[in-house]
Protein backbone atom coordinates (compact mmCIF):
# COMPACT_ATOMS: atom_id res chain seq x y z
CA UNK A 1 0.00 0.00 0.00
CA UNK A 2 0.87 3.53 -0.95
CA UNK A 3 2.51 5.09 2.62
CA UNK A 4 0.40 7.92 2.66
CA UNK A 5 -2.47 6.20 2.45
CA UNK A 6 -1.49 3.85 4.78
CA UNK A 7 -1.32 6.73 6.83
CA UNK A 8 -4.53 8.13 5.97
CA UNK A 9 -6.15 5.14 6.51
CA UNK A 10 -4.49 5.06 10.16
CA UNK A 11 -5.77 7.96 11.20
CA UNK A 12 -9.55 7.78 9.75
CA UNK A 13 -9.96 4.48 11.87
CA UNK A 14 -8.44 6.52 15.02
CA UNK A 15 -10.52 9.52 13.98
CA UNK A 16 -13.69 6.57 13.64
CA UNK A 17 -13.02 4.21 16.70
CA UNK A 18 -12.50 7.45 18.95
CA UNK A 19 -15.21 9.53 17.59
CA UNK A 20 -16.83 11.60 20.66
CA UNK A 21 -13.01 12.58 21.24
CA UNK A 22 -12.39 13.03 17.82
CA UNK A 23 -14.87 15.61 17.80
CA UNK A 24 -14.19 17.45 20.81
CA UNK A 25 -10.82 17.83 19.99
CA UNK A 26 -11.53 18.76 16.90
CA UNK A 27 -13.93 21.93 18.28
CA UNK A 28 -11.27 22.87 20.58
CA UNK A 29 -8.87 23.11 17.68
CA UNK A 30 -10.49 25.31 15.63
CA UNK A 31 -11.87 27.42 18.75
CA UNK A 32 -7.79 28.18 19.52
CA UNK A 33 -6.81 28.60 16.26
CA UNK A 34 -10.01 31.60 16.07
CA UNK A 35 -8.39 32.65 19.44
CA UNK A 36 -5.24 32.66 18.40
CA UNK A 37 -5.71 33.87 14.82
CA UNK A 38 -6.96 37.34 16.45
CA UNK A 39 -3.51 38.17 16.99
CA UNK A 40 -1.57 36.56 14.20
CA UNK A 41 -3.38 35.37 11.61
CA UNK A 42 -0.81 33.00 10.58
CA UNK A 43 -0.42 31.29 13.75
CA UNK A 44 -3.94 30.72 14.22
CA UNK A 45 -4.16 28.44 10.45
CA UNK A 46 -2.52 25.40 11.58
CA UNK A 47 -5.07 24.32 14.50
CA UNK A 48 -8.25 25.51 12.36
CA UNK A 49 -6.63 22.94 9.48
CA UNK A 50 -6.43 20.32 11.85
CA UNK A 51 -9.93 20.98 13.84
CA UNK A 52 -11.35 20.81 10.03
CA UNK A 53 -9.34 17.78 9.03
CA UNK A 54 -10.15 15.25 12.00
CA UNK A 55 -14.02 15.25 11.22
CA UNK A 56 -12.84 15.00 7.51
CA UNK A 57 -10.91 11.91 8.41
CA UNK A 58 -13.88 10.18 10.19
CA UNK A 59 -16.45 11.09 7.76
CA UNK A 60 -13.61 9.31 4.77
CA UNK A 61 -13.33 5.96 7.05
CA UNK A 62 -17.31 6.15 7.20
CA UNK A 63 -17.08 5.75 3.56
CA UNK A 64 -14.34 3.58 3.07
CA UNK A 65 -16.15 1.14 5.59
CA UNK A 66 -19.36 1.40 4.13
CA UNK A 67 -17.45 0.17 0.02
CA UNK A 68 -15.46 -2.83 1.95
CA UNK A 69 -18.56 -3.73 3.34
CA UNK A 70 -20.51 -3.60 -0.09
CA UNK A 71 -17.89 -5.55 -1.56
CA UNK A 72 -17.56 -8.05 1.23
CA UNK A 73 -21.25 -8.51 0.55
CA UNK A 74 -20.75 -8.92 -3.33
CA UNK A 75 -17.95 -11.69 -2.55
CA UNK A 76 -20.41 -13.51 -0.15
CA UNK A 77 -23.01 -13.80 -2.65
CA UNK A 78 -21.07 -14.88 -5.73
CA UNK A 79 -18.69 -17.32 -3.67
CA UNK A 80 -22.49 -18.45 -2.12
CA UNK A 81 -24.25 -18.46 -5.37
CA UNK A 82 -21.56 -19.41 -8.16
CA UNK A 83 -18.69 -20.92 -6.37
CA UNK A 84 -20.54 -24.01 -3.92
CA UNK A 85 -22.18 -24.94 -7.28
CA UNK A 86 -19.30 -25.16 -9.45
CA UNK A 87 -17.72 -27.26 -6.35
CA UNK A 88 -20.76 -29.83 -6.86
CA UNK A 89 -20.30 -29.69 -10.72
CA UNK A 90 -16.55 -30.46 -10.59
CA UNK A 91 -17.59 -33.72 -7.52
CA UNK A 92 -19.85 -35.44 -10.03
CA UNK A 93 -18.07 -34.86 -12.83
CA UNK A 94 -15.22 -37.58 -12.24
CA UNK A 95 -19.10 -40.16 -12.99
CA UNK A 96 -19.45 -38.24 -16.37
CA UNK A 97 -18.83 -39.73 -19.77
CA UNK A 98 -15.65 -37.91 -21.20
CA UNK A 99 -17.11 -35.79 -23.99
CA UNK A 100 -19.62 -35.01 -20.98
CA UNK A 101 -16.85 -33.79 -18.46
CA UNK A 102 -15.31 -31.81 -21.25
CA UNK A 103 -18.89 -30.37 -21.96
CA UNK A 104 -19.21 -29.61 -18.50
CA UNK A 105 -15.62 -27.84 -18.22
CA UNK A 106 -16.45 -25.40 -21.09
CA UNK A 107 -19.89 -24.20 -20.00
CA UNK A 108 -18.06 -24.00 -16.28
CA UNK A 109 -15.56 -21.90 -17.45
CA UNK A 110 -18.07 -19.62 -19.53
CA UNK A 111 -20.11 -19.27 -16.23
CA UNK A 112 -17.36 -18.11 -14.28
CA UNK A 113 -15.96 -15.57 -16.25
CA UNK A 114 -19.81 -13.81 -15.97
CA UNK A 115 -19.96 -14.28 -12.34
CA UNK A 116 -16.99 -13.23 -11.61
CA UNK A 117 -17.57 -9.72 -13.72
CA UNK A 118 -21.43 -9.54 -12.14
CA UNK A 119 -19.40 -10.30 -8.84
CA UNK A 120 -17.29 -7.08 -9.10
CA UNK A 121 -19.83 -4.55 -10.48
CA UNK A 122 -18.32 -1.49 -8.46
CA UNK A 123 -15.39 -2.07 -9.80
CA UNK A 124 -15.48 0.49 -12.94
CA UNK A 125 -14.71 -0.90 -16.27
CA UNK A 126 -13.79 -4.83 -15.10
CA UNK A 127 -13.37 -7.54 -16.87
CA UNK A 128 -12.71 -11.17 -16.63
CA UNK A 129 -11.41 -13.37 -19.03
CA UNK A 130 -10.61 -17.06 -19.04
CA UNK A 131 -7.63 -17.93 -20.99
CA UNK A 132 -6.86 -21.72 -22.01
CA UNK A 133 -3.64 -22.80 -23.26
CA UNK A 134 -3.73 -24.63 -26.82
CA UNK A 135 -3.30 -28.12 -27.48
CA UNK A 136 0.48 -27.38 -28.39
CA UNK A 137 1.47 -25.98 -25.35
CA UNK A 138 2.10 -23.25 -26.88
CA UNK A 139 -0.46 -20.30 -26.57
CA UNK A 140 -3.11 -19.34 -24.22
CA UNK A 141 -6.52 -18.52 -26.03
CA UNK A 142 -9.20 -15.59 -24.17
CA UNK A 143 -11.84 -18.16 -24.59
CA UNK A 144 -14.57 -16.69 -22.32
CA UNK A 145 -14.06 -12.81 -21.92
CA UNK A 146 -16.85 -10.67 -20.07
CA UNK A 147 -17.24 -7.10 -19.13
CA UNK A 148 -15.50 -4.32 -20.89
CA UNK A 149 -15.91 -4.75 -24.46
CA UNK A 150 -12.03 -4.79 -25.78
CA UNK A 151 -10.98 -8.03 -27.08
CA UNK A 152 -8.12 -9.40 -25.47
CA UNK A 153 -5.12 -11.02 -27.15
CA UNK A 154 -3.40 -14.91 -27.26
CA UNK A 155 -0.24 -15.16 -25.64
CA UNK A 156 1.97 -16.91 -27.31
CA UNK A 157 5.37 -18.41 -26.36
CA UNK A 158 8.45 -16.99 -27.76
CA UNK A 159 7.40 -13.49 -27.11
CA UNK A 160 8.26 -11.52 -24.49
CA UNK A 161 4.51 -10.69 -23.60
CA UNK A 162 3.42 -14.40 -23.49
CA UNK A 163 6.75 -15.61 -21.60
CA UNK A 164 5.85 -13.43 -19.06
CA UNK A 165 2.05 -14.50 -19.05
CA UNK A 166 3.14 -18.20 -19.15
CA UNK A 167 5.33 -17.60 -15.87
CA UNK A 168 2.26 -17.36 -14.07
CA UNK A 169 1.41 -20.99 -14.95
CA UNK A 170 4.86 -22.19 -14.88
CA UNK A 171 6.96 -20.69 -11.56
CA UNK A 172 3.91 -18.73 -9.77
CA UNK A 173 4.47 -20.35 -5.88
CA UNK A 174 0.95 -18.28 -4.91
CA UNK A 175 -1.82 -19.09 -5.72
CA UNK A 176 -2.64 -15.58 -8.10
CA UNK A 177 -0.27 -12.60 -8.92
CA UNK A 178 -2.00 -8.83 -8.27
CA UNK A 179 -0.27 -5.65 -9.39
CA UNK A 180 -2.55 -2.80 -8.27
CA UNK A 181 -0.80 -0.24 -10.06
CA UNK A 182 0.54 -0.89 -13.27
CA UNK A 183 2.54 2.74 -13.69
CA UNK A 184 4.73 1.73 -11.02
CA UNK A 185 4.68 -1.64 -9.91
CA UNK A 186 4.82 -2.89 -13.86
CA UNK A 187 8.29 -2.54 -14.84
CA UNK A 188 8.89 -4.47 -11.50
CA UNK A 189 6.59 -7.33 -11.84
CA UNK A 190 7.83 -10.89 -13.59
CA UNK A 191 4.29 -12.16 -15.06
CA UNK A 192 3.78 -9.25 -17.34
CA UNK A 193 5.30 -7.74 -20.30
CA UNK A 194 2.35 -5.71 -21.84
CA UNK A 195 0.80 -1.83 -22.67
CA UNK A 196 -1.33 -1.49 -20.05
CA UNK A 197 -3.76 -0.64 -23.13
CA UNK A 198 -7.57 0.04 -21.66
CA UNK A 199 -6.29 -1.20 -17.72
CA UNK A 200 -4.15 -0.19 -15.10
CA UNK A 201 -4.48 -3.07 -12.59
CA UNK A 202 -4.87 -6.83 -12.86
CA UNK A 203 -4.90 -9.94 -11.14
CA UNK A 204 -4.21 -13.14 -12.36
CA UNK A 205 -4.64 -17.01 -10.83
CA UNK A 206 -3.70 -19.87 -12.95
CA UNK A 207 -6.01 -23.10 -13.40
CA UNK A 208 -3.51 -25.80 -12.81
CA UNK A 209 -3.13 -29.45 -11.23
CA UNK A 210 0.25 -30.36 -9.74
CA UNK A 211 0.99 -31.95 -13.17
CA UNK A 212 -0.80 -30.07 -15.88
CA UNK A 213 -0.97 -26.00 -16.65
CA UNK A 214 -4.27 -25.97 -18.08
CA UNK A 215 -4.76 -21.62 -18.99
CA UNK A 216 -5.73 -18.79 -16.21
CA UNK A 217 -8.43 -17.05 -14.73
CA UNK A 218 -7.94 -12.63 -15.32
CA UNK A 219 -9.87 -9.85 -13.95
CA UNK A 220 -8.41 -5.96 -14.95
CA UNK A 221 -9.83 -2.52 -14.62
CA UNK A 222 -8.75 1.10 -15.93
CA UNK A 223 -8.35 2.64 -12.42
CA UNK A 224 -5.76 1.85 -10.40
CA UNK A 225 -5.73 0.70 -7.18
CA UNK A 226 -9.72 -0.35 -7.81
CA UNK A 227 -8.55 -4.22 -7.47
CA UNK A 228 -7.08 -5.68 -4.13
CA UNK A 229 -5.81 -8.86 -2.46
CA UNK A 230 -9.58 -10.18 -1.53
CA UNK A 231 -10.60 -9.93 -4.98
CA UNK A 232 -7.53 -12.74 -5.88
CA UNK A 233 -8.21 -14.30 -2.96
CA UNK A 234 -11.95 -14.94 -4.86
CA UNK A 235 -10.64 -15.57 -8.18
CA UNK A 236 -7.85 -17.99 -6.96
CA UNK A 237 -10.91 -20.14 -5.78
CA UNK A 238 -12.35 -19.91 -9.26
CA UNK A 239 -9.69 -20.76 -10.64
CA UNK A 240 -8.96 -24.36 -8.66
CA UNK A 241 -12.45 -25.40 -8.86
CA UNK A 242 -11.81 -24.75 -12.62
CA UNK A 243 -8.39 -26.61 -12.45
CA UNK A 244 -10.54 -29.98 -11.07
CA UNK A 245 -13.30 -29.50 -14.13
CA UNK A 246 -10.20 -29.77 -16.51
CA UNK A 247 -8.04 -32.36 -15.49
CA UNK A 248 -11.56 -34.09 -15.12
CA UNK A 249 -12.04 -33.25 -18.98
CA UNK A 250 -8.19 -33.99 -19.98
CA UNK A 251 -8.72 -37.77 -18.08
CA UNK A 252 -8.93 -40.35 -20.68
CA UNK A 253 -12.07 -42.42 -20.60
CA UNK A 254 -10.99 -45.33 -18.51
CA UNK A 255 -7.96 -43.60 -16.49
CA UNK A 256 -5.73 -40.57 -16.00
CA UNK A 257 -4.14 -38.43 -18.76
CA UNK A 258 -1.72 -40.30 -20.85
CA UNK A 259 2.02 -40.39 -19.01
CA UNK A 260 3.80 -39.15 -21.66
CA UNK A 261 1.37 -36.07 -21.69
CA UNK A 262 1.61 -35.37 -17.91
CA UNK A 263 2.98 -31.70 -18.13
CA UNK A 264 1.51 -28.76 -19.74
CA UNK A 265 3.69 -26.39 -18.27
CA UNK A 266 6.92 -26.81 -20.71
CA UNK A 267 5.32 -26.22 -23.92
CA UNK A 268 5.31 -29.50 -25.14
CA UNK A 269 2.15 -31.55 -26.55
CA UNK A 270 -0.88 -31.24 -24.11
CA UNK A 271 -2.75 -33.73 -26.61
CA UNK A 272 -5.61 -34.61 -23.94
CA UNK A 273 -5.15 -31.24 -21.70
CA UNK A 274 -7.05 -28.90 -23.47
CA UNK A 275 -10.94 -29.23 -22.71
CA UNK A 276 -12.02 -27.39 -25.96
CA UNK A 277 -9.94 -29.31 -28.10
CA UNK A 278 -10.34 -32.42 -26.32
CA UNK A 279 -14.43 -31.94 -27.73
CA UNK A 280 -13.42 -32.58 -31.15
CA UNK A 281 -16.35 -30.03 -32.09
CA UNK A 282 -17.07 -26.44 -31.37
CA UNK A 283 -18.04 -26.67 -28.15
CA UNK A 284 -16.71 -23.17 -26.64
CA UNK A 285 -17.51 -19.98 -27.32
CA UNK A 286 -9.68 -11.11 -17.93
CA UNK A 287 -0.80 -9.09 -15.81
CA UNK A 288 -6.33 -8.70 -26.36
CA UNK A 289 -5.07 -5.29 -26.71
CA UNK A 290 -6.35 -4.40 -23.07
CA UNK A 291 -5.42 -8.09 -21.56
CA UNK A 292 -1.88 -7.48 -22.01
CA UNK A 293 -1.46 -7.39 -18.67
CA UNK A 294 -2.49 -10.64 -17.56
Known amino acids: MN ?33 VSGVVIWWGVPPIVVGVTIPALDLWWERRSKNNNELTSAREKVLEEALAPLLELAATATFRPRDKRVELSEAAAMRVAGDLRAAFTLVPGVRAVVFVVSTDGLRMEPRFPAGRPDRPRDFVRGTERGDQAFRILDELPGRFVIVEDLRSEGVDTPYWAGTGAHYSTFIAAPIRSTEHAFGMVTIDAPDPGSLDHQHGSTIALFAAALGILFAEAARGATGGPDPENRNGRDGKDQAHQTPRELSGGENGNARGEAQEGS
Open 3 to 35: PLLGTISWLGYLAHRHKPLALVLSGLLVAFGGI
